[in-house]
């Protein structure tokens, strides 16, 4: 089976640093993303792990742990317009041919707050 | 920078027609997927698409939707006949490898069914 876990919400200060977790169980794995998204807008991307450890990209980085099923997104130096959810995305290759298809998490709201 | 581009940015039709919803992909790009999602849910893969034949297919992708590739940019989703459930947010996206780098999103068409 397939199954991603992501808090819900989560709060901040503007400011400050966040982490967001997510946990996956999936049959097969080639990554994983993890992408914003602002209310009624597309996802956009920002970072990829493939390999186990950090990906430092910015005032963004996200690990993995491939044994674990685990990653998080770590969020530095909040700002008021990192307001969004943040969908967490794993590249499924369960089904053979299909490598590209990303099965995603519910998604985390996180509100940041001055 | 290069972008994926939907078009009707918000579509409304009434139950049992049918609907385009238009895509143009990143140029260079060779796979193209269409996503859904419905208000207040995650986003859900529906099908991916490359050397212009269906790679794979999600259990939504049932046979009243279909996807083509009618000329060298555009990439369309068509649903025959349009249900009440239907309505949700449809996502484009195109990637240059099968099995690495991001899928970029489009923009997103916004269907309402009545």
């Known amino acids: 089976g397939q199954n991603i876990d992501q808090p819900t919400e989560m709060t901040a200060t503007e400011g400050a640093i966040v982490q967001i977790n997510c946990t996956y169980q999936t049959s097969g794995f080639n990554g994983l993303f993890w992408y914003q998204q602002h209310a009624g807008e597309a996802p956009t991307f920002l970072s990829y792990?493939?390999?186990?450890g950090l990906e430092e990209k910015g005032r963004f980085s996200s690990f993995l742990s491939r044994s674990k099923g685990y990653s998080y997104l770590l969020l530095k130096e909040l700002q008021m317009k990192d307001s969004a959810s943040y969908l967490c995305a794993v590249r499924d290759t369960s089904r053979g041919g299909g490598y590209n298809k990303l099965i995603f998490g519910a998604g985390t709201r996180l509100a940041v707050h001055p | 920078e290069p972008e994926v581009t939907q078009t009707p940015s918000h579509q409304v039709t009434q139950m049992g027609q049918e609907v385009i919803l238009r895509c143009v992909p990143i140029s260079n790009h060779l796979y193209f997927y269409w996503y859904r999602q419905i208000l207040g849910q995650k986003v859900e893969f529906l099908v991916s698409f490359y050397n212009n034949e269906i790679s794979e297919k999600s259990e939504i992708f049932d046979d009243q939707f279909s996807v083509e590739r009618p000329d060298g940019s555009n990439f369309t989703l068509k649903i025959r006949s349009t249900k009440l459930e239907d309505s949700a947010m449809y996502f484009c996206?195109?990637?240059?490898?099968?099995?690495?780098?991001?899928?970029?999103f489009g923009p997103g068409t916004r269907l309402t069914v009545t």
């Open positions: 792990n493939v390999l186990d």
């Open positions: 996206a195109s990637s240059e490898g099968r099995g690495q780098g991001e899928q970029y």
